[in-house]
């Protein structure tokens, strides 16, 4: 009989200061992603929660996948980032994810990451282009973190701004020369980061369709940030590009002329009628079924500015009729036990592996996701901070990801007691494993060739803990393994003596 000291371990610890929602700390590594509480209403898509944390616990910001009881799978680089998210690109799955440089005024000027099923970085996508930053500096890249979208020709749409200055003497408020945040997107060939488009809000939207008053303009770093592009997306006939500060979604042509503008303005749709269709400071605007007749966009719909406004937060899809020129709401998710007021950030991503399709809206500045069925039922919530001044994730996703890690299973070994020894494991990053398999050998330079498999234990979520008693081995090796295939190994761990007799329990 083994001699058991169960020893719990609490994996949720409150962080000091900064925030006081619960994080998750392991024996394995430096990993501290907030506690992701997920409740279940219904069934749920299949797919891994990709949430790019931003402001949790400092540990805890970082790129990280959760699969759908709230566990961990993987911790991405501890950095500020914004749109983690899987893509396809030449037929394979990879994950991108933007990090940058910080300056004053922007998210930062920085780079996209693109990494295989290994998390090898094949490909850094960055911008070079003549830019005026309200600190001066000149940076290594400039891609502004809103988007990073992988077109299907295998190139990449980047959002980036610029300081400029503009006469804005025609408006209230304005003067003849007006510093103004310019919005611009770029395609980049991915692999040469060759810019194979570009195109600016200045020159082609009439400055006077911003939805926001006036206002700085007089020194560079305080801009009027007219504009604010938030999404782009390929289309057909050139690219489908999201403005949160005019209330409006634009249709570029190939040629960088507008084709179209659909406004979420209930007194003036643009070149669309409409009873319904109510939009404000908008994000993730992505289009489905498109052709020469119609198409269906989808999008997150703050409908909160500073939280001056009343919400609720929605996500929202809306039929465009373009022969007749109208457009109406299809559905809008709400969820009716939460009223959501979201001021910044939003995502809404159809999802795929259910038939009707399941919806996944992330919310934005409120630190929270909801799940919804076709039919529009909430069948999953998740929060993974408080409502207010927490964590939060720019867009949040579901995916089918799968992936085999290129590092090595990690091993964490305690000597608890003299008569056990703890093991706890993990691989950062693993789908695909299901057990442990733990191998004694001889020596510090044997192979697992000449192991004698010791124990299985089945995974337990990101870390698995197996405590070792009365085993009489000094070298091991932890296999990860789907069944019986191997799939990963660790580097060989040293045990000390573990004593093999029971002591007394008092
Ligand atoms: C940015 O604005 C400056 C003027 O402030 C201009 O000289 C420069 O060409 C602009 N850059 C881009 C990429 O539009
Ligand atoms: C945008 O500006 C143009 C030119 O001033 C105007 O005709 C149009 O109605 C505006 N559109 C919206 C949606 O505000
Ligand atoms: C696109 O068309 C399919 C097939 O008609 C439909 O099931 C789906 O709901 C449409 N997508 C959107 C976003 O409307
Ligand atoms: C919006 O209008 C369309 C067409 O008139 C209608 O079918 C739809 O039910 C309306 N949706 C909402 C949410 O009002
Ligand atoms: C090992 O386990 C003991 C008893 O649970 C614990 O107090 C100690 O912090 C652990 N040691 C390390 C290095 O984590």
Redesign the pocket.
Known sequence: MACSFLILYLLLSLTSGETDWPHQSFWTGNWQPPHLSLSETGETDTGYIFIGVRKSNKAGNAPTIFDNHGDLVWHGPQRENLDFKMQKLFGQDVITYWDAEPDVRVLGYGATHILDSTYKEIYTVTLR????TPSGKDFDSFIDGHEHYITPQNTMLVS?L????TDTSHLRRGTVNMWVL?S?FYEIDIKTNKVLF?W?ALSHIPISNSSIAVKGGKELHEAWDAYHINSVTSAKYGYLVNFRHIRSIFYINKDGSVRWQLSGDNNNHGDFESKNVTFAWQHDVRIHNETDESLALTLYNNAAMDNEDPGPSTGLAIHVDLVNKKAWIIYELTDPTDHIVSATQGSFQVLSSLRPAHMLVGCGSIPKLKEYDGDGNVVLRGQFGKDTFSANAYRIFKFPWSATPHWDPAVFVNHTTSYTIDLYMSWNGATGYNNWAIFSIPSRTSTLLEGRLLLVHERTGFETHVPLENIDARFIIAVARDGERILGQSSIVELGQINSVCPVIP
Do not use: I
């Open positions: 282009d003549d830019f005026r980036a610029n300081f400029t200055q310019d611009l570009k600016d």
